[in-house]
């Protein structure tokens, strides 16, 4: 099952694919998404197609007892010479078993003037990657390149200045040297809630928080950037403008927003199939006096520019 799975992984890298889909009834239907479509991998007979998602969920540490209940693993491969990080998403039914793996860092993280051909957001970028306090939040649906945009601000940070930042990621997507890196794992106690709480007490100048996940989460980033925090992170919502009244709808009061958000960005990915490259659409609003001023702009993120480039 290791040569199958190792087989999968390998076709699905070569051909640039962000995430596998893999759905088990009758038999196993397996698919890549390469540049946003579902494009059709391999179908397997059923009791092959059992043992390889049995084999998935074990090396995820994916509990197979509990059949009917969604879960989420990791699962960390060595191929060409490097180390890709996949996440492992199990939903199951009566009728069917589905499993969905997103390969984390199939793509090398680029500068700022790399992530973005607009200077305004070039310009707001290096801005931000300088202050030493403030909230920042980008939202957008999976895939539309938001995890990307808050590493590139940290490795800009990194070479700026000498800063302890510390991460609370799940999972860990990227791996950056300068970084302290902290990976979640409820199951053992390692939680936002508790985590975060234990990294103001390590003198961090900067704090990502992968996801911004309830009301317990938003009042403890609200909280580190109130006491000179810089703190960037991610929040479900379609738009700009939305991603502040989700903030509010979390209990976090406008007045502490006004003065804690320096910026949000929300992102959504369009595919330029015929081209092989992607680009995220992207809304950004930015305080200027106090104000609240929204832009609207396309950022150009080459999260596919391998494949350009074969």
């Known amino acids: 099952m290791n040569e199958l799975f190792e087989k999968m992984i390998y076709r699905a890298l070569n051909q640039n694919a962000t995430d596998i889909h893999m759905l088990l ?19 397997m007979e059923s009791e ?3 043992k390889l998602m049995n084999f998935i969920k074990y090396q995820s540490m994916i509990h197979t007892n509990y059949r009917l209940m969604p879960q989420t693993g990791n699962i960390s491969i060595e191929m060409n010479q490097k180390t890709y990080f996949l996440r492992i998403s199990y939903l199951p039914s009566l009728e069917f078993e589905s499993i969905v793996i997103r390969i984390l860092n199939n793509h090398e993280l680029r500068s700022i003037q790399e992530l973005t051909y607009q200077k305004e957001i070039q310009d707001y970028l290096y801005w931000l990657s300088r202050q030493n ?45 300068g970084c302290l890196q902290i990976e979640l794992n409820e199951k053992i106690g390692i939680t936002y809630h508790d985590t975060l709480k234990q990294i103001l007490r390590h003198d961090p100048d900067v704090i990502m928080i992968g996801e911004i996940r309830d009301e317990e989460t938003a009042k403890i980033a609200l909280t580190c950037a109130l006491t000179g925090h810089l703190v960037l992170t991610t929040i479900h919502a379609s738009n700009a403008p939305l991603s502040i009244k989700r903030f509010m709808n979390l209990g976090i009061h406008e007045a502490d927003i006004l003065d804690v958000v320096v910026g ?4 959504r990915m369009k595919y330029d199939i015929q081209n092989k490259k992607a680009v995220v659409l992207s809304e950004l609003m930015k305080k200027k006096k106090s104000n609240i001023i929204f832009y609207k702009k396309t950022i150009h993120i080459y999260l596919f520019e391998r494949a350009l480039c074969n």
């Open 133 to 177: 306090n403030g909230l920042f939040l980008i939202s957008g649906a999976t895939g539309s390149g938001k995890s990307t945009t808050l590493y590139t601000l940290l490795k800009q940070i990194l070479s700026d200045s000498r800063k302890n930042i510390i991460t609370i990621e799940d999972p860990i997507e990227i791996h950056l040297d």
């Open 25 to 43: 009834k009758e038999d196993l239907k397996i698919q890549f998404r390469i540049f946003g479509v579902l494009k059709n991998y391999e179908v």
């Open 264 to 267: 949000v960005i929300s992102q």
């Open 48 to 50: 092959k197609g059992y």
